[in-house]
């Protein structure tokens, strides 16, 4: 890490893993304890009936087809015209958690609707205009596959400088409305790609050893460390802290060809699935300026779904690759635990379980870069067998089907028609193709879909294998009695919008952290045995040549501050970084109502890389799968 940072959170490389029962977890004091937990009670007893109710209000308002207005939430009558279009218009509104509804409502609705606001203050509609800025002939070339990209390039058909180019002048059409690229480095970025024209103009270049992704460029998340980019993760207490080397993923990329454009938006300590901090502000999806590109890689989906990259660089310890794709219509990939490196990006993962459960992924416009990326981000010492080709015609494959979301409808948004609606198109389709499809046995369905099993599981693995506390993350060094009130001052700062440090959902996961110190240490670890069974039962399940596919989140993308109100959706992604197996998010078109992406996912077991991206290319073979323009 650079010499710049200091404190606590440079302690990253220590691990309490679980097989060091001796050590335990990080614990608050007991005084914050008892605070943190009376005081947003407190608050939400008082004001969640409230929340629940004027949240209900907006939600009818949304489901009836409100215009977005400068107000965006007067409830309007439903036309007779849209109704005939299609009668479902009037039910699909996604309803949220009804218990997160009344926790944090109150705090919600305000928010979205000051978003809402300010952004039709910015630009009319609920479409990115910068999106349509582009010629004809340029979309020819930036809409290509960068494997394609990089075959014309070594061909001579292509030259790597003016491919930069092109990207660059996409990335300053649309990054002013999108908020996607944080940090530039142009001017770097064509002497490399000046440098890539001038070998393969060399008598010396054999066309057969190239990369298949040279000349091809990329951006990467910001909580990655690249030499001379900033280099925050999103926390206030990290401005001013540059790259002093390229972490070591990215830099094999750089070494083979790959030229690195920026660094990208991500959510305060990459803890969040809304691409939003107190440092670079709000990233906003190329389909609709409206709703979130998701987190924390939100910054690297929107600048490859807007057309800016082919491919970018985004990580994922929770969902933070898989749903920021979904929301922008890309593929992204999750890899097997251990696949690549984190060395080098904040905040650390250190050396035990989160080393394993967090890795850096791709996220694509078209299934066929997949694999050729991840190999090159991947770590020498990578399981190989996770890297082979992948067989698109799935011969002796099995795909189990989930035909709902993970966890308690209790705590998770209502599902999308427009998610059921993809995964019926994707087992259509692999059905007809002669592709083994199955029912998810009742006995595993049953399991992720009870209670909040999955979202226990991967807090209480968090909890055991953290280096570092997150309040200690965001905090940045602030230790003794200041250190332990600082989070709750700042939720409550934060929950009042003056807070200037930290983002709501950083800020509240820190209190929520501190007050799950109270959970005896045995009922975490009971948890994580029963993750342990479950990932030995699903392993058997799988074998050789299993696969799961279920909908990747209950919803499409959600309105901006949302996330809050929408938290355990995350239960079916964060659910695999713990199992540590592989995950592909498999965009599959637009919703023909709200005109937003809609995906699946596939699930596979430790080392089946290869087999979840195969399925993705699958259906994009049958047409299922495919990413579409943002206009």
């Known amino acids: 890490h650079p010499k710049t940072q200091k404190g606590p959170a440079a302690m990253g490389a220590q691990s309490h893993a679980t097989e060091s029962a001796s050590v335990g977890r990080p614990r608050p004091k007991i005084w914050t304890q008892c605070t943190v937990l009376c005081l947003p009670l407190l608050v939400t007893v008082l004001l969640g009936l409230a929340g629940a109710v004027a949240y209900g209000l907006y939600s009818l308002g949304a489901a009836l087809g409100v215009a977005r207005t400068a107000c965006g939430v007067v409830v309007a009558l439903v036309t007779p015209a849209v109704v005939a279009g299609d009668p479902r218009t009037v039910t699909r509104w996604c309803w949220p958690s009804p218990v997160l509804s009344v926790v944090f409502g109150p705090i919600v609705v305000p928010r979205v609707i000051a978003t809402a606001i300010a952004l039709q203050w910015r630009a009319w509609g609920n479409r990115c205009a910068a999106v349509t800025r582009t010629t004809h002939t340029d979309w020819e070339v930036l809409s290509l596959p960068g494997v394609e990209l990089s075959k014309r390039i070594a061909a001579g058909e292509l030259t790597a400088e003016g491919l930069a180019r092109l990207c660059i002048a996409r990335l300053e059409t649309v990054n002013p409305e999108l908020n996607a690229v944080v940090g530039t480095r142009f001017p770097q970025a064509l002497d490399e790609a000046r440098a890539i024209d001038t070998r393969l103009a060399s008598v010396d270049f054999d066309p057969t050893t190239a990369s298949p992704l040279l000349g091809v460029p990329t951006v990467v998340k910001e909580c990655h460390e690249v030499v001379g980019m900033p280099f925050t993760g999103g926390v206030v207490g990290r401005l001013g802290v540059v790259g002093e080397a390229t972490c070591p993923a ?43 590109a998701g987190g924390s890689s939100g910054g690297s989906a929107a600048a490859c779904a807007a057309g800016a990259v082919p491919v970018a660089v985004a990580s994922d310890v929770g969902g933070s690759i898989r749903i920021p794709s979904h929301f922008c219509g890309l593929f992204g990939h999750k890899p097997t635990g251990g696949t690549v490196s984190n060395a080098r990006t904040y905040p650390s993962t250190g050396t035990g379980g989160v080393d394993r459960f967090c890795q850096l992924g791709p996220t694509t416009r078209h299934a066929v870069d997949l694999m050729p990326f991840l190999r090159l981000l991947s770590k020498p010492t990578a399981p190989q067998s996770a890297l082979t080709d992948p067989d698109a015609t799935l011969a002796g494959v099995t795909i189990y089907i989930l035909d709902t979301s993970v966890g308690s409808p209790a705590l998770r948004s209502r599902v999308d028609p427009d998610q059921s609606d993809a995964l019926e198109a994707a087992v259509g389709a692999l059905t007809k193709a002669g592709v083994t499809v199955k029912p998810l046995p009742a006995v595993f369905a049953n399991k992720l879909t009870s209670g909040n099993n999955a979202f226990d599981w991967w807090s209480s693995c968090m909890d055991l294998e953290k280096s570092t506390p997150f309040a200690e993350v965001i905090t940045e060094g602030v230790g003794g009695w200041a250190g332990q009130w600082i989070p709750l ?66 919803t499409t993308a959600f309105r901006h501050h949302e996330g809050l109100i929408r938290f355990f959706d995350v239960a079916s992604t964060c659910l695999f970084n713990v199992l540590e197996f592989p995950a592909t998010t498999i965009p599959c078109g637009l919703s023909a109502t709200s005109r937003l992406p809609r995906g699946v996912q596939c699930v596979g077991p430790c080392g089946a890389d290869h087999r979840t991206i195969a399925v993705a290319l699958k259906l994009e073979h049958l047409g299922v799968a495919r990413w579409e323009k943002p206009f």
């Not at 990459?270 to 709703?291: A, D, Q, R, V």
């Not at 930290?502 to 994580?528: C, D, F, Q, T, W």
């Open 250 to 292: 990215v830099q094999k990329a750089m070494d083979a060809g790959m030229v690195v454009l920026g660094v990208t938006n991500t959510s305060e300590a990459c803890m969040f699935h809304e691409s939003n901090n107190p440092i670079y502000g709000l990233t906003k999806n190329p389909y609709s300026l409206h709703h979130s």
């Open 489 to 554: 001052v700042q939720f409550v700062a934060a929950t009042l919008g003056v807070s200037t440090q930290h983002s709501l959902p950083a800020a509240g996961l820190a209190v929520v952290e501190m007050a799950n110190g109270l959970m005896p240490e045995s009922y975490i670890r009971g948890k994580a045995a029963e993750l342990e069974e479950m990932k030995r039962s699903l392993t058997s399940l799988l074998g050789e040549d299993g696969v799961i596919l279920l909908p990747t989140l209950p």
